[in-house]
């Protein structure tokens, strides 16, 4: 059985308000940004998870490390306060979301090349087509 836990950070990159969801899943750290726009409120980011979790494009997986052991109540309160002033996201996180950005740079980089050849051959049909009518058999 594979444990799965999530983490959601809230943070504030000029102008907007950006949400960075982090999934481990198997010893595997994938992440996914959504952009908020105006600070959310706490029942909103509820709601939004709620909805649309199903919907994120989470970066592919990257490694890792993750060591379980029992924590003294008191230091995980200190670490959850330390988590709460924070600012950023993880380099894990970060490295995760840097990926599925390339990724879809390469996918954009591809359809483009692909519509601007398919337009290529559509001109080049077009004149070859004007040619002939121009032609009238002589």
Do not use: C
Not at 15 to 31: M, N, Q, T, Y
Not at 34 to 46: Q, S
Request: glycine letters at 6%.
């Amino acid at each position: 059985m594979s444990k799965v836990s999530g983490k959601l950070t809230v943070y504030f990159e000029k102008p907007f308000w950006v949400g960075v969801f982090e999934r481990i899943e198997d010893g595997k750290l994938s992440a996914a940004k959504v952009t908020f726009g105006a600070e959310p409120k706490d029942y909103e980011v509820y709601a939004f998870l709620l909805k649309y979790y199903e919907n994120l494009q989470f970066s592919p997986a990257v490694t890792a490390s993750t060591v379980e052991r029992k924590k003294n109540p008191k230091r995980l309160q200190r670490e959850a306060k330390k988590q709460v002033q924070n600012i950023g996201i993880g380099t894990k996180s970060q490295q995760a979301l840097k990926l599925r950005q390339e990724e879809n740079k390469q996918e954009r980089k591809v359809k483009q090349r692909e519509q601007q050849q398919a337009e290529a051959e559509r001109m080049f049909q077009l004149r070859q087509q004007k040619k002939r009518e121009k032609h009238r058999g002589r």
